[in-house]
Structures are given as C-alpha cells and as structure tokens.
C-alpha cells in the first residue's frame, strides 16, 4: 500500500535517460555558475529557421489556424510530403500514404509501439542514435545492437545482418547519414543488404532519414525503398524538417510506408498526442513547399566546417579521425588518451572520463562514443559557429597535450 504509489512501469524503470540530454545539463550547469563552456555536444544546427517558414507559422496563427488537425496531418502537408517522397527520393507517394507526427522521434516511437510485442527483436548497427535500443526497450522488446567498426566505415555489412536475424527479429534499423558517425550508405552498399533482407521476408525496416541533407562531396544520397523497391512494402522511410530546414523546437517529423503501419500508427497517435502543431504543421509545409537554397547552404557550411574539424583533430596527439561523408558529426577515436592522466590529475580509463575531463579541464562538452554503443570515440557536433569551433579545437588540442603517460 505505501509504495505503490512510487511504482513504474518495468521498461520504463529499467530504461536509461538520453545520454545526450545528460551532457545537455552539464553544460547548462555550467554555464549557470559562469563558466564559459564550448558545446560540441548538441544535435542540432545552430542556424535559425528560414525567415519565410517563421513568417508562415505567424501568418498560421494570425489566420486562426490554431485547431485541432487530422491525427495523421493537414492534408496540405501530406501533400507536400507525397510530392517531397517522389520528387527527392524517387518514390511515387499518394498523400494517403503519409503520416505526420511530433518530430521524427515519434514516428519512430510510434512504430515501434505499434508492432513490437515481448520477445520481438530489433536489429539495431552500433554506433547508434541513443534513443533506437531505448525506445525498443520500452516497447518491451529486445535491441540486438550489431557492432560495426571502423574497418566497415562503421556500416552495417551484409554478413553481420546476415548472421543478426532471427525469426524473432522484427525490424532493422537503417540511419544515413549517421548520428553519431557521419557514415553515409552508397547505393552498392543498400543494394547489398537489401539482398539478405529479401531472404528474410519476416523483417521489417526503419530508414530513419532525417540527416538526408547533409551529404558532402558530392555524395549522393539514396534511401532503401528507392534503391530496393521490393522493400518498400515493409519499409518505413522516415524523415523530418528538424536538421534539414533548423527546426528542431517545431517537433515535425514524418513518414511514408505500408497503409497497415500507417494507420496503426494513427490509431496510436489518436490516443497519445493527436496530430502535431497546427501552427508548425504550417510551419513546414512552408519548409517543404517554398524556397530550398537554405539547404544547400547550410550544407556547405557543414562541409567547410567537418573539413576544420577533422584536420584539426588528426594535427594534434592522441584523437584520430575518419572524414565523415554527411550529418554534423565527428566520431574521433580517442584511443590514444586511454590509461593516460589528464593535466588536472584524472586518470583516463574510459572515453566518458575522457569527456568529463574535457569538461571540467577544458570547458569543451563533447559525448563519449561509448553512450552511443562504441568506445572509446568521442562524437564531436560541429553545429557551433566557425570561430568558437576553433577556439573548441584549440582547447582539445592542449588538453591532449598535456595528458601524460
Ligand atoms: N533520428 C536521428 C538519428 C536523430 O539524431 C534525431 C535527433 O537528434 C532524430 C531522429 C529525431 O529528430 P526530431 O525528433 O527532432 O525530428
């Protein structure tokens, strides 16, 4: 009687808060008892959201559009998704095809939630965005992480899928351009899972898109269901404005992907959050429908910046750096600090006492590798202006140089 009010739910209490918010509020910490902390931690761009999708969410307001919409989405915006499917991705979309929900972590929660039951698996690559092993654990499910090193480009090969399904799997979890890597998959690449993929008609797939923007070099981005069209009736292409147009506090994201999955995830969202934002609902339709130089721009200022990052990273002692093909992250090995001590004295046994030394020492915030399902790394998020990059690059430089053996 007396604890029962204090009682979660199982999954919950045995899931773990996002590694990633904890940094969060480190930094903020931090930066409350004034000290000047450098974040390279964050997940999201630092630019402000294009002025014409601003203006559109104050003209949605202002012209009453501030109701309850359809649970899966005002049809404009299912629209102007379908159009985005085919145009950008090479996939005919009906709008009916659509869903739109509060951010892109919902659609894949939605998903997930909607399908997974106790004992289900899901096939998720290391390193992994913290949230997937997470919400598949809520769902009362089980992640079974696949670790990809950085021999494979910290891709998913064909043989380790291969030999990670079951016939208890349920879904594969696809992220490219990667968080935390930056690792992008080429068309020959998808080509080549969706191979083993149509041995094993049982499994589902998640093509969680949402950095398919961020592409650099020239590289050239392609999503499974385009790539494999057999796929497409058991795959969920999901995306969202969040990284591509600067609009992470709007919480829109969306997908397209069997009609059976669709409306599950409806029902779901019915009874959850019903449909997102009115007004960020109209907020993106302006993003997806109006001008697109804003992509593109902020692309490059991306590529210009990894291109500092990682230069600057391999020039000192102690991180080593692939150049990652796309998102805003770095994912630096920190092997060469292992078992060292810092200048202020920390023994470095891990890529997380690492992170906190860099805090403490360095007033730099980046996230261990290890939060992500590979250590000892350091994913480091370039989403900060050039100047303070350098200045963060500067102050992990001497931090690594003054760690002894
Ligand atoms: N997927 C990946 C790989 C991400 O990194 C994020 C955000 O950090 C999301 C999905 C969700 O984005 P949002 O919910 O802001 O649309």
Redo the contacts with the bound molecule.
Sequence with gaps: MTDLPMRLNAHLAAAQPSATYRMIDRVAERKAAGVAVISLSA?EPDFDTPVHVREAAIAAIHAGHTRYTQVAGLRPLREAIAAKFARENGLPTRWQDTIVCS????V?YNALAATLNPGDEVIVPAPF?VSYPEMVALCGARAVTVPCTEASGFKLTPEALSNAITPRTRWLIL?SPS?PTGAVYSRAELQALAEVLLRHPHVLLLS?D??EHLTFDGECFVTMAQVEPRLAERTLTMN?V?KAYAM?GW?I?YATGPQWLLQAMEKLQGQQTSGASSISQHAALAALKGPQGFVSEVRQVFQRRRDLVVERLNRGFGLRCARPAGAFYAFASCEGLIGRSSAGGRLLRTDEDVALALLDEAQVAVMQGSAFGLGPYLRIAYAIDDASLARACDAIQTFCEGSTP
Excluded: E, L
Excluded at 103 to 106: A, S
């Design positions: 997940g951010g892109g972590k919902q894949i965005w992220n968080n969680d949402i950095y969202g969040s992470t919480r994201g």
